[in-house]
């Protein structure tokens, strides 16, 4: 895990059955999204877009617990953007779309960070079992998007360099906040253990949620499909990185 940041801590929460399917975006698609200052990251040669659920435990805003608003989903497209520090290079991820079923968060989540939050009705179901584990997310009215995964029961370590660690291992979240000013927060959380995936199916409404440029891609088969067992979380204020006009 990078060293974190030197700054107050906004949020922590436990993020937990995080069901990851990432497809390959042509970059081309991609770059009009990434944030000032930062550069797409890649991955043996391709750039990478992910569909992810997950479930928002015990969440605090500023040590504060907010009735009501402490566990739910969040299902969000995400993709993957480097910074230069003095120090090196900084691997983060940025967002097209985060989906959350309250629209108190959306709201917050927007005016703390210039993210992507909108609200949608969700549902969520968790099956462990001694044979299977089964973890669906759906958002939208009736049935109109989901994720829906099997996997296989035990955890195992993410391999060195392998694809799910790229995915996984990113410790920072980058935002055009404006046309000339980019915002960074750290993430903190140890290295996460995976659930293989033997079965996945996968629909949304690409070109209402994202627009069409995504439905070429969205719409083939994940390059993987995995499913983070997770940890407890700290997610760091925000500073915002100026560049000349």
């Known amino acids: 895990m990078q060293p974190a940041p030197p700054k107050s801590i906004f949020l922590t929460a436990s993020w937990r059955y995080l069901l990851m399917a990432n497809y ?16 797409l990251d890649f991955y043996e040669g391709e750039t990478y877009a992910s569909m992810v659920g997950f479930r928002f435990l015990d ?21 993957y953007v480097r910074y230069k520090t003095d120090e090196g290079w900084r691997r983060g991820t940025s967002f097209i779309s985060e989906i959350v079923p309250r629209r ?11 993210e ?20 669906t997310y759906e ?13 296989l029961p035990k955890v195992h370590p993410i391999k060195e360099g392998s694809l799910e660690e790229f995915i996984a291992e990113h410790y920072w ?6 046309p000339n000013t980019t915002m960074e927060y750290g993430v903190e959380h140890p290295r996460w253990l995976y659930y293989p995936v033997t079965h996945f199916q996968g629909s949304y409404q690409v070109e209402a949620l994202y627009g069409s440029h995504f ?10 499909v995995f499913v983070a067992d997770g940890s407890e979380v700290v997610v ?6 100026a560049f000349e006009v």
């Open 24 to 39: 390959i975006v042509d970059s081309t698609v991609l770059a009009p999204y990434v944030p000032r200052g930062t550069e």
């Open 59 to 79: 969440t605090k805003v500023l040590g504060i617990p907010v009735p009501f608003h402490r566990n739910f989903c969040e299902v969000n497209l995400r993709f």
């Open 104 to 114: 108190a968060i959306a709201w917050l989540a927007n005016i703390a960070y210039h």
């Open 116 to 135: 992507h939050y909108a609200y949608a009705p969700m549902r969520h179901r968790i099956i462990p079992g001694d044979q299977e584990l089964n973890v």
């Open 139 to 151: 958002w939208g009215k009736g049935r109109q998007n989901y994720l829906q995964a099997s996997a």
């Open 173 to 178: 979240g980058y935002n055009a906040y404006n």
């Open 215 to 224: 439905v070429p891609y969205l719409r083939q088969e994940p390059a993987s």
């Open 236 to 241: 760091r204020k925000g500073s915002k990185i």
